[in-house]
């Protein structure tokens, strides 16, 4: 069965692709649709939606438009989800594949060293490092990455222990392969489709990350998200719900979404390591 | 005697990660763009010369860096924890202001949602093939991929605003003046929407370590001897499955508990909460000589804390 049938078989991934697939035509359709920056004034605030043409979500308490700024928030989030997951990688694979290969007192160093990582609380950290950065897309996604990356050297350091000892290491071994290589070229390709698992996951608790952030008023200023939607509505949440009630439904499916895409390749990922071992 | 020895161990790695804290707590102050005479002076209104090189001085930020370190960690070792000068109260004083409705919430949220989640997830464990199971486990995964402030804001929406049922924000009613019995219902009426909200998201985790564990404990020797012994199935899963299934839960709810506080940030924002959540956002604006740093250091030490304590309760010995 081909990866994609194997894929297609968990009915939830499938529905999880399809919403992912079309907030990802929502990102790339922004600007050709609201070619305007979302943050201008449009419109008489607090327009209901459905009420006017052009506004279907309606207006929020400055007069922009909700659907524009819904729209571009869709690639803000699915950005910093991305890079910010792609820096966590690259901080936690090669700790955690070194502590696992190498064992010893390295690992014991680099693991307390990652422990005293999740022992702060993940979103009190992220909040003081962008506030001491100063709000921006890069600062979020370092505070984001710095927050996320201990789970993925725990992960990766016990998928190299139960590996290190198997026959074909050894066998590398005795042929007279370097450790770089061996960790590089015999480890890593059979710890990858997990962490292909783990990562379309952890895209997911980014975007949550970031909105949350953005919530606060710890968003970049010059972009529009959803966070900072839902966070500028709040005080005007008996009025005008409907500013607060779409941008949350958004985060809600595109979260969804990842989760479930993440399942289906989790099933179809497993279910080809099962056969081939 | 090992008990004693063990508990004295995690006291010590318990301080040590303390310290570390503390000092990179320090760091990631001296980080922090912009130079606090400045801004102190700009608060205060002044902005001669003289000034900032009193204010420097007083604050000691005219000593090279390692002085200030050790003012930094000897001043929080005795529970200084800077000035708000935007308040004008001590640091300690304010988180102590703060901290109890912090507390009332993380706890509240906590039990209800291990208890919530542990019974979700057995029942989801139960009915691992059926419609029902799998509507349980939708309905997790739907709560955990909703973020908590936007929860927040609609529960005031629907239980608050259009079917009056609970009040929307703050801790209890200002100007009542309840006392008893009346303030602690008062006040069990503010909790409610807001502990629901932050339980909602970890009875997510929870349902799902749950259904797992409970699932894997089931395939164990001593529940197939059970089976054949003929004990009814549901006594199985209660004292034979759920019981070894705990124990795992139980470990992760306690490393949970500093992350709940995290998400409480939110939950107190959103509800208007008096709690230290917004306390942590707008500290670290005002640079090094705010709360912040104490602040900090109460979460991450608490969050130590209570994973030690928990791992040393569940797994004596």
Redesign the interface.
């Known amino acids: 069965m081909s990866f994609f049938a194997r894929f297609a078989q968990n009915r ?1 991934a499938l529905i999880g692709l399809i919403i992912l697939l079309l907030i990802i035509a929502m990102a790339i359709l922004a600007p050709l649709l609201f070619p305007e920056s979302p943050w201008r004034m449009v419109q008489r605030p607090f327009l209901p939606p459905l009420s006017q043409d052009g506004f279907p979500l309606g207006t929020d308490t400055m007069g922009r438009n909700v659907a524009s700024g819904l729209m571009h928030g869709a690639w803000v989030s699915l950005l910093i989800g991305l890079v910010s997951t792609s820096v966590a990688l690259l901080i936690g694979v090669p700790l955690g594949a070194i502590a696992g290969y190498y064992g010893g007192i390295i690992d014991d160093i680099l693991m307390r060293f990652t422990e ?1 990582f ?8 992220a ?3 962008v ?4 709000p921006s897309i890069t600062s979020i996604v370092l505070a984001i990455a710095i927050v996320s990356w201990p789970p993925v050297a725990r992960f990766v350091r016990a998928e190299f222990m139960s590996l290190r000892h198997r026959e074909y290491v050894e066998a590398a071994r005795l042929v007279g392969q370097s450790n770089t290589t061996i960790i590089l070229r015999q480890i890593l390709p059979n710890t990858l489709s997990p962490i292909i698992v783990l990562a379309s996951l952890m895209v ?1 608790t980014a975007i ?1 990350l970031e ?2 952030l953005s ?4 968003g970049d200023p010059n972009v529009m998200s959803w ?1 900072y939607m ?2 500028a509505a ?1 005080t005007v ?2 009025q005008a ?1 409907w500013l ?2 779409f ?2 439904v958004a ?2 499916l595109t ?2 979404a990842l ?2 895409v993440g399942e289906g390749l989790d099933d179809a990922l497993n279910h080809k390591l099962s056969r081939e071992r | 005697m090992v008990y004693a020895r063990l508990i004295l161990m995690r006291l010590l790695k318990a301080v040590i990660v303390l310290f570390l804290i503390v000092i990179f707590n320090f760091l990631l102050i001296q980080l922090a763009s912009g130079d606090p005479a400045a801004i102190l002076a700009g608060e205060a209104g002044a902005a001669d010369q003289e000034f900032l090189d009193q204010l420097r001085e007083r604050f000691g930020l005219d000593q090279p860096m390692y002085v200030q370190l050790w003012h930094y960690v000897s001043g929080i070792a005795m529970l200084d924890f800077g000035y708000s000068y935007r308040l004008g109260v001590p640091g300690f004083d304010l988180l102590m202001e703060r901290l109890p409705a912090t507390l009332l919430l993380t706890g509240t949220a906590f039990v209800l949602s291990l208890v919530l989640g542990i019974v979700a997830g057995s029942m989801a464990a139960a009915r691992v093939k059926k419609p029902s199971g799998s509507l349980i486990m939708a309905l997790a995964l739907v709560f955990y991929a909703t973020p908590l402030f936007w929860v927040a804001l609609m529960s005031v929406v629907v239980f608050s605003v259009y079917l009056c049922w609970l009040p929307a924000y703050g801790l209890y009613t200002v100007g009542a003046g309840h006392t008893g019995l009346a303030l602690v219902l008062d006040v069990a009426k503010h909790l409610v929407l807001p502990a629901t909200t932050l339980a909602l998201f970890f009875m997510a985790i929870y349902t799902r370590m749950t259904r797992t564990s409970m699932l894997e404990a089931a395939q164990q020797d001593y529940v197939k001897t059970a089976r054949a012994k003929g004990l009814k199935p549901s006594i199985i899963q209660r004292r034979h499955v759920l019981r070894n299934a705990l124990l795992p839960i139980i470990t992760l709810a306690g490393l949970q508990a500093g992350q709940m506080v995290g998400g409480a940030i939110l939950t107190d924002t959103g509800f208007a909460r008096p709690g230290i959540g917004p306390l942590n956002v707008r500290s670290p604006w005002a640079a090094r000589l705010q709360p912040t740093g104490g602040h900090f250091l109460l979460l991450g030490g608490a969050g130590d804390c209570l994973q030690h304590h928990y791992r040393f309760g569940v797994q004596p010995g």
């Open positions: 939830g005293f999740q022992t702060i609380p993940n979103f009190a950290l909040i003081v490092l506030a001491i950065m100063q997911a949550l909105s949350a919530f606060l008023g710890l966070g839902i966070g709040r949440i008996r719900w607060s009630f941008p949350g985060i809600l979260v969804l989760n479930l």
